[in-house]
């Protein structure tokens, strides 16, 4: 029976987790930020899209949002897939997606002053959230402050809050890049089966340690200009 107990202990051993300390490093240069990740090989059916490796914040190529309150644009993508090993192969049992993106106030929009002020990036954050829980009941952002951490990579703070469903859950990370952008890594697992949380072959578990690994193999560089109007802000507090 040992050989039986083995088999079934196999069918929970998944594999795919991508490889961060082999994985080679990508750079964007976001009008003058640096952002600086590594980035493992792709495994999953949708191939992974890289951008231009310099993005210009003030190009006028975002998508406007309908309710007028801002725009963004995707930067770059990636996807995984978890696998469990079988007698006769791999069986697909789940994967985890990011999306990198900027959000950014519409020129008409000053409901908040700057992104870079803690308590305006906040506000501009819960509103999103908000929004989200009024026109989609069933996805559940934060619908108050207490459910927005504040968490530090490599001497960076990120706006972090999860975003929860019946099915499962998402991961946001945000940090602002100037007085009006937003950066935002948004991390999207899912279950084999249509369901991530309780899933028997604990592909929750593979997700959350591989965007932990992605985040802290992160490093951003604000701009110079970027970095004088921070210390402004910080120094009229």
Partial sequence: MLWLKRLFASRKRLVGMPNFRRAPWRTLNISGAVVRFKSPRQTAIVSNRFWPEKVDLYKEDYKEWHNGRGMSKDIFKNSWSFSSHLLWGKAYEG?????????????HNWSIQSMLSRNDCLTWILAGCQLTNKISPGRRKPGTLEGIKTVIFNDLPFYFFRSCEKQGWEDFYSTPISDDHLLTFYFMPSGGQ?????????????????????????HITLSPETQKRLEEIEKGK
């Avoid at 994967?95 to 020129?107: A, F, L, N, V």
């Fill in 95 to 107: 994967g985890c997606s990011i999306y990198m993106y900027i959000e950014r106030r519409h020129p």
């Fill in 194 to 218: 249509g369901y991530l949380v309780n899933d028997a072959n604990n592909v929750e578990a593979e997700a959350e340690k591989l965007i932990q690994s992605f985040m802290e193999n992160l």
